[in-house]
């Protein structure tokens, strides 16, 4: 799947238009969407990914999520695009888990490789990476999705759209969550740095 597909130059001079013209547009023609999907394909697949922890499973959930987001885009009015989309991403997502009955997605990303450039900074990053995903599959799950999609960029307001939740929820649960995360990080960070201190 190419997220990034060659687009018409008009469609590449549309993305310099604000979301709502472009949404109103793509509204009234389907060909109109290639600007939309341009800015947000890279943030759902990377959502997709993270959620569910392989490239393939990632690459067919973001083609999901596009394929009922142009389906669905003419009954689209109040709410913000991108928690819009950002609903359907997770509708998609559990019903993935439902038809895979997949029980610890996150934790079969842990052996992911980070291609960053550099041995060095490849182990450090992937041992951090590590942790943080290890620490986020033992958040409960409410935290977790919280978590994830403020990871993915989305604010509070759009978070709770998503969840379905009030806001003052997303908040709570957020703050608890992140207390429970710098918990478990600070815990797991003390034997490598013991080890560290005693090979310097």
């Given at each position: 799947m190419r997220l990034q597909p060659s687009l018409p130059d008009e469609a590449q001079a549309a993305s310099g238009v604000d979301e709502a013209?472009?949404?109103?547009?793509?509204q009234e023609d389907r060909r109109a969407f290639a600007p939309l999907y341009v800015q947000y394909a890279d943030l759902i697949y990377r959502y997709c990914f993270h959620r569910l922890g392989t490239r393939q499973a990632a690459e067919d959930a973001t083609?999901?999520?596009?394929?009922?987001?142009?389906?669905?885009l003419?009954?689209?009015?109040?709410?913000?695009f991108r928690s819009w989309l950002f609903s359907i991403a997770h509708n998609v997502i559990v019903d993935n888990y439902r038809a895979t009955r997949v029980t610890a997605p996150e934790e079969q990303a842990l052996g992911v490789i980070d291609p960053s450039p550099g041995p060095e900074e490849r182990a450090l990053a992937m041992d951090e990476g590590r942790r943080l995903r290890q620490a986020l599959a033992?958040?409960?799950e409410d935290q977790r999705r919280v978590i994830e999609l403020r990871?993915?960029?989305?604010?509070?307001?759009?978070?709770?759209?998503?969840?379905?939740?009030k806001y003052a929820t997303v908040r709570?649960?957020?703050?608890?969550?992140?207390?429970?995360?710098?918990?478990?990080?600070q815990i797991?960070?003390?034997?490598?740095?013991?080890?560290?201190n005693a090979n310097a």
């Open positions: 013209s472009l949404v109103a547009r793509a083609s999901l999520v596009f394929e009922k987001a142009i389906t669905k003419p009954s689209f009015n109040t709410r913000s033992a958040l409960p990871l993915a960029g989305l604010t509070d307001h759009e978070i709770a759209e998503v969840l379905d939740r709570t649960i957020q703050r608890r969550a992140v207390i429970r995360l710098q918990e478990m990080l797991s960070a003390e034997p490598a740095r013991e080890a560290r």
